[in-house]
Nanobody
Framework: QVQLVESGGGLVQAGGSLRLSCAAS????????MGWFRRAPGKEREFVAS????????YYADSVKGRFTISRDNAKNTVYLQMNSLKPEDTAVYYC???????????????WGQGTQVTVSS
């Protein structure tokens, strides 16, 4: 059984911080790109951040650059998203995702978690 399980979401005031975790099980995600996406109420899912396997290169949406940090612990098969200086517009369900290095997002080989709610109050 392959699973991605997000945790760490909750309610926080604007300017606060949260750390999301995504624990993978059922297989190793070696040679996979790990990422975070989010979906705000009434909006489409959007890319937040990703991290590669080989050099742990990171990529961020412009809206979160300088505030969010993605990291991975390959020995623990876990990916993290440290979120600082949170804004009300960050309110969304956050999803962990994984794809093979040779693939692209939204392919048949994608794995997705069930999501964790993040709510930022003003």
């Amino acid at each position: 059984q392959v699973q991605l399980v997000e945790s760490g979401g909750g309610l926080v005031q604007a300017g606060g911080s949260l750390r999301l975790s995504c624990a993978a099980s059922g297989r190793s995600f070696s040679y996979y790109v790990m990422g975070w996406f989010r979906r705000a109420p009434g909006k489409e899912r959007e890319f937040v951040a990703s991290i590669t396997w080989g050099l742990s290169s990171t990529y961020y949406a412009d809206s979160v650059k300088g505030r969010f940090t993605i990291s991975r612990d390959n020995a623990k098969n876990t990916v993290y998203l440290q979120m600082n200086s949170l804004k009300p517009e960050d309110t969304a369900v956050y999803y962990c995702a994984a794809r093979p290095t040779s693939s692209r997002w939204h392919s048949e080989s994608d794995y997705w978690g069930q999501g964790t709610q993040v709510t930022v109050s003003s």
